[in-house]
């Protein structure tokens, strides 16, 4: 059989689809392509901005101020030994990486980078983040019990409550979010921003959207609530038993996690590749700025925040970190559901 009686069975003509295809795995190179150079460069910019924050200078000694450091990074790592603990669960010590990987990988599929530019288009694309997200939370549970220590244990157990604590109101905020577009589609939620003159959900929805900055922080086990790998009390928490390239994959889920949640901050809540018809109205000239561009910007802002954050505050208490989720945000989120869907239904 050829390739049109194959597809012809199921109502597809072969060039079409083989050409649909192509369209698709050339998107998914593209987007693995430019999100890696980003993480390479994420923790350069990462030390850089840390380093003149706390009045240092950084990497400076491979390539001109340091340029190539992640390269000579990513050569360094790829090169050292893989050592497996010899007390440990094999197999699930060498999955939990690539389950860490291919989870926030995946997220990406769903991102709408610009009107015309993204991997997949789907009606839940929110429910599918955070299905995805969790599945991530995986990764740190089987690192920390596959690894046999009791560091990476704790550091796993700690990752598993975190999870569970801030992705309900990171839930909440996005519900709100849900209510005043009417749609989970990603897309239609950019779009949707579009009627109002601020052109954004982060005016009516400030709350909303500091809750999400906060939970975002825990999701992506970042600074201050980076517990389950707190060094000053687990050594490195869930992949302290861990080095060489599955070491690196960790680091790798963390950044790309990061890209993810800046990126869904931004769709959701800054009006994603689209300018303020106000701002619009006042300097046109911003039109001819590419959505693209925008977008990109508006990502680096929060991707900044992230290394702001870790420069200025000190890590939480555990009691504390779990205390702000379920006293705290989760309240806060709820109520400003409720007020937005009354507020919806009057309206």
């Known amino acids: 059989m050829n390739f049109n009686e194959i597809f012809g069975t199921f109502g597809l003509q072969s060039t079409s689809f083989l050409f649909q295809l192509?369209?698709?795995?050339?998107?998914?190179?593209?987007?693995?392509?430019?999100?890696?150079?980003?993480?390479?460069?994420?923790?350069?910019?990462?030390?850089?901005?840390?380093?003149?924050?706390?009045?240092?200078?950084?990497?400076?000694?491979?390539?001109?101020?340091?340029?190539?450091?992640?390269?000579?990074d990513g050569v360094k790592l790829f090169f050292k030994e893989?050592?497996?603990?010899?007390?440990?669960?094999?197999?699930?010590?060498?999955?939990?990486?690539?389950?860490?990987?291919?989870?926030?990988l995946s997220s990406l599929a769903v991102i709408p980078f610009y009107d015309?530019?993204?991997?997949?288009?789907?009606?839940?694309?929110?429910?599918?983040?955070?299905?995805?997200?969790?599945?991530?939370?995986?990764?740190l549970i089987m690192s920390g019990w596959a690894s046999n220590s009791k560091y990476s244990f704790l550091g796993g157990l700690r990752s598993t409550a975190q999870v569970v604590s801030y992705e309900i109101a990171m839930a909440?905020?996005?519900?709100?979010?849900?209510?005043?577009?009417?749609?989970?589609?990603?897309?239609?939620?950019?779009?949707?921003?579009?009627?109002?003159?601020?052109?954004m959900?982060?005016?009516?929805?400030?709350?909303?959207?500091?809750?999400?900055?906060?939970?975002?922080?825990?999701?992506?086990?970042?600074?201050?609530f980076d517990l389950p790998e707190a060094e000053s009390e687990l050594v490195a928490g869930y992949f302290v038993e861990y080095s060489g390239?599955?070491?690196?994959?960790?680091?790798?889920?963390?950044?790309?996690g990061m890209i993810v949640m800046s990126s869904l901050a931004v769709v959701c809540f800054w009006g994603g590749w689209t300018v303020p018809p106000i701002l619009l109205k006042f300097i046109p000239q911003l039109a001819i700025v590419p959505g693209i561009v925008w977008f990109i910007l508006?990502?680096?802002?929060?991707?900044?925040?992230?290394y702001w954050i870790r420069a200025t505050l000190p890590r939480y208490r555990y009691d504390k970190l779990m205390a702000l989720g379920w006293k705290i945000l989760i309240p806060v989120a709820l109520a400003?559901?409720?007020v937005t869907s009354i507020i919806k239904y009057i309206y």
């Open 22 to 72: 192509l369209i698709v795995l050339v998107k998914i190179a593209v987007v693995i392509a430019i999100t890696m150079l980003h993480v390479a460069y994420a923790t350069y910019f990462e030390r850089k901005v840390i380093g003149h924050m706390q009045v240092r200078v950084g990497p400076m000694r491979v390539g001109p101020h340091g340029l190539l450091q992640p390269i000579a």
């Open 298 to 306: 508006k990502v680096y802002f929060h991707i900044f925040l992230f």
């Open 172 to 199: 909440f905020s996005l519900v709100s979010i849900m209510l005043m577009a009417g749609s989970m589609n990603l897309i239609e939620i950019v779009q949707a921003q579009q009627q109002y003159w601020y052109g």
């Open 336 to 338: 400003n559901l409720v």
């Open 116 to 139: 015309i530019f993204y991997i997949a288009n789907i009606n839940v694309g929110i429910l599918y983040i955070f299905a995805m997200s969790s599945l991530g939370a995986y990764s």
């Open 201 to 224: 959900y982060l005016i009516p929805q400030f709350v909303a959207y500091i809750v999400f900055l906060i939970a975002m922080l825990a999701e992506t086990n970042r600074t201050p």
């Open 245 to 256: 390239m599955r070491f690196a994959l960790f680091f790798l889920g963390e950044y790309i």
């Open 82 to 104: 893989d050592i497996i603990p010899s007390n440990a669960d094999r197999t699930v010590f060498q999955i939990a990486p690539l389950v860490a990987v291919f989870a926030t």
